[in-house]
């Protein structure tokens, strides 16, 4: 078993973000491409942004601190601490409104079985 603590990891990879060139820092912190399930802990310091891209399977984006703005074509999702966002699928963006920590949860779908 693994135990993270995702405030400290959080805090710490926000300070990493404020000093970046890019404004972003992030670590997996369980799964990995060699998995279905991927969690990743992203920092964004405020006004950066993860531009518009593919849903790669289900996922889901849980605020631990700041604000963020998902936006998928026209609709947009405003998230807060504690809120977790249903990522649409096809293409879609996260805005930092304030320095924030994300924690992006991905499960793709198993290959087909081979016989």
């Known amino acids: 078993m693994q135990k993270v603590s995702l405030i400290a ?4 990879h926000l300070n990493q973000a404020k000093r ?3 404004g972003r820092s992030a670590e997996t912190v369980f799964g990995g491409h060699e998995h279905h399930l991927r969690q990743t802990l992203i920092a964004l310091r405020s006004g950066e942004s993860l531009s518009e891209h593919e849903n790669p399977g289900e996922a889901t984006v849980q605020v ?6 998902l936006r998928a074509g026209s609709a947009e999702w405003n998230g807060s ?12 963006a996260l805005d930092a ?4 920590v994300i924690l ?7 290959p087909p079985a081979s016989d």
């Open 104 to 110: 992006l949860t991905v499960a793709t779908p198993a």
């Open 9 to 12: 990891l959080g805090r710490h």
């Open 20 to 22: 970046a060139s890019s």
């Open 81 to 92: 601490p504690g809120d977790l966002l249903t990522v649409p699928d096809g293409r879609h």
């Open 64 to 69: 631990l601190l700041g604000r963020v703005l």
């Open 97 to 100: 409104v304030e320095d924030s």
